[in-house]
């Protein structure tokens, strides 16, 4: 198996175990102030990771890697609130599935701004689990994109920044160099600095707007912690393997955390899986299939 492949799993699988401690931070937290626990909590997790590794210089004069690194977490956190308004206005479905288009747009954006290409089986494979997605996140009906309401653009663009910040994040990792053997200190220093900049970004927001979110994030370390040291987990995995070869890929592989949702769903919530979802399951197994 490429390492690839099982890096995205493993971060795949930890980001459904990272979601589901996060949820329970919602009880006390409002959306924003669970966000940013993702990120102050999983902070110093990833600069002791680098340090531990041993890149701790800093590449002050790589504007390639800053540049990359800054649309990366504008884009990642633009994408968060498009998602979450998007299927907060009774259009769950449609709002999820177009955000599930990023490996799509993934493809396109990493051959405009990378030159990264793929073959024909690979994007095969990429729309195939999509249709699987589709399946699997509700099963749109055709005639719910053509209603007036915000969910189908919110998801598009949810999608697209999505794909945007995995590009961005892939970039600013080859502009540290393009060694395989050294991906995974340029995938944990290009995460410690992406989480540098979104705390300082969602931090600065929760003091103007939310400022009571900062006291309720403090006080929920015993969980928080944990949701700090997994996400970070599951980020290096991510990032490594988007190091390692096109973010497309690596998005659409990394679809099978519905299937651990759906897994996870059945076994502590005791809910039944209908035949739709079956068959989403089966095409997503056989994208998957295509990309390997």
């Known amino acids: 198996m490429e390492w690839w492949i099982g890096l995205t799993v493993a971060g795949a699988f930890l980001q459904n175990l990272r979601s589901l401690l996060q949820r329970r931070l919602t009880l006390t937290l409002s959306v924003n102030g669970s966000s940013y626990v993702r990120f ?3 902070l ?16 002050l004069s790589n504007f390639a890697f800053w540049g990359y690194v800054g649309a990366g977490g504008i884009t990642q956190i633009v994408a968060t609130s498009a998602l979450v308004a998007a299927v907060s206005n009774g259009q769950f479905a449609v709002g999820t599935a177009m955000s599930k288009t990023e490996a799509m747009q993934a493809a396109a954006f990493g051959l405009i701004l990378l030159g990264d290409q793929l073959s024909w089986f690979a994007l095969l494979g990429i729309a ?6 589709f399946l699997l996140t509700g099963g749109v009906n055709p005639q719910q994109f053509f209603r007036r309401g915000p969910a189908l653009w919110l998801g598009l663009l949810a ?5 945007l910040c995995s590009v961005c994040f892939r970039g600013a990792s080859l502009a540290l160099g393009t060694d395989e053997g050294d991906a995974l200190q340029r995938a944990a220093l290009t995460l410690a600095v992406n989480l540098t900049f979104q ?4 931090g600065v927001y929760l003091i103007a707007r939310e400022p009571q979110q900062l006291q309720r994030v403090m006080r929920s370390w015993r969980v ?3 949701v ?6 599951s980020s290096l995995c991510w990032f490594t393997a988007m190091a390692l070869v096109n973010a497309a890929l690596v998005r659409a592989m990394g679809q099978i955390e519905l299937l651990f949702t759906l897994i996870t769903s059945v076994w502590l919530l005791g809910e039944r899986v209908r035949r739709r979802e079956v068959l989403g399951m089966l095409l997503l197994v056989l994208g998957i299939v295509l990309l390997i």
């Open 40 to 42: 102050l909590y999983a």
């Open 44 to 59: 110093p997790f990833a600069w002791l990771l680098v340090v531990w590794l041993g890149e701790i210089n800093l590449p």
């Open 128 to 133: 195939i689990s999509l249709v699987g997605v």
């Open 159 to 163: 999608g697209s920044s999505f794909a």
């Open 199 to 202: 705390t300082l970004i969602m």
């Open 224 to 226: 928080a912690i944990w």
């Open 228 to 233: 700090g040291l997994i996400g970070t987990t």
